[in-house]
Nanobody, 113 residues
Framework: QVQLVESGGGLVQPGGSLRLSCAASRSIFSAMGWYRQAPGKQRELVATITSADRTNYAVSVKGRFTISRDNAKNTVYLQMNSLKPEDTAVYYC?????????WGQGTQVTVSS
């Protein structure tokens, strides 16, 4: 079992930045990612990072968001720059380990003036 705890969400003005963190309860060397879900919409992929640090981004965030990981701290990050109102959503961290998917509880990001 792995527990994932997200933090770093909040209210930010358009054009601003936030950094989300996801701390895992144990050492992990596996694919991790961030998803988001806006009200009334399906959960969508934001970014993923493999154990070899290969990254993948949704088209809507490419060039604005950066996913990274610190294996020594069992933590994955999502740096979000140039935020737009359409980035407003609950952001979830996920880990795939030995065929099982683990999810955090989510952190709210609201982009509004």
């Amino acid at each position: 079992q792995v527990q994932l705890v997200e933090s770093g969400g909040g209210l930010v003005q358009p054009g601003g930045s936030l950094r989300l963190s996801c701390a895992a309860s144990r050492s992990i060397f596996s694919a991790m990612g961030w998803y988001r879900q806006a009200p009334g919409k399906q959960r969508e992929l934001v970014a993923t990072i493999t154990s070899a640090d290969r990254t993948n981004y949704a088209v809507s965030v490419k060039g604005r968001f950066t996913i990274s990981r610190d294996n020594a701290k069992n933590t994955v990050y999502l740096q979000m720059n140039s935020l737009k109102p359409e980035d407003t959503a609950v952001y979830y961290c996920t880990l795939t380990l030995l065929g099982n998917d683990y999810w955090g509880q989510g952190t709210q990001v609201t982009v509004s003036s």
